[in-house]
């Protein structure tokens, strides 16, 4: 299981829903994280940093490293892509807001289910398709593989 966990950005004017794979890393492991106007003053340090639409993750990478190593992930090749694309600690769902807005839409969808099964499987499915590609139009990293 991933728990969410709701984290403030620097400037404090918007958060993210983060999850961590398994809860290997600890919710200390982002040192800083950037929303579009945060980010704006932040110089980008692609060592440690991954950047997502304007938005930028900070790991420690120290502390990162030290948590994986005890549960035997190789480690040789750490990067701040690397934790974010195998989900070790990435958004929760495409974008950092998708968790809400995904509940949301979702129980629109499942009112139909009472009503007529067919029609709402139908529906799930073009949701899913619709939503996953307007975030990859969006440019939002996550949802390029999908
Ligand atoms: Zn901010």
Same mark, same amino acid.
Not at 12 to 22: Q, V, Y
Not at 55 to 61: H, Q, S, T, V
Not at 109 to 116: E, P, R
């Given at each position: 299981m991933c728990s969410n966990h709701r984290l403030? #950005?620097? #400037?404090?004017? =918007?958060?993210? =829903?983060? *999850?961590?794979? =398994? @809860?290997?890393? +600890? +919710? *200390? &492991? &982002? #040192? =800083?994280?950037?929303? +579009?106007? #945060?980010?704006k003053n932040v110089t980008l340090k692609l060592e440690c940093m991954i950047f997502d639409n304007n938005?930028? *993750?900070?790991? %420690?990478?120290t502390l990162a490293h030290g948590y994986l190593k005890r549960v035997n992930v190789n480690t040789e090749f750490i990067s701040p892509e690397f934790l974010f694309d195998q989900g070790y600690a990435t958004w929760n769902g495409l974008t950092p807001n998708d968790l809400e807005h995904r509940l949301v839409e979702r129980e629109e969808? &499942?009112?139909?289910?009472? @009503? %007529?099964m067919r029609q709402y499987l139908a529906e799930m499915k073009r949701w899913g398709c619709e939503r996953a590609q307007k975030f990859r139009e969006a440019g939002w990293r996550k949802a390029q593989q999908c």
């Open positions: 403030a #950005c620097s #400037c404090g004017r =918007n958060k993210a =829903n983060i *999850m961590f794979r =398994n @809860h290997i890393l +600890p +919710p *200390m &492991v &982002v #040192c =800083n994280l950037y929303c +579009p106007e #945060c980010s938005w930028i *993750m900070e790991f %420690d990478l969808i &499942v009112a139909l289910a009472a @009503h %007529d």
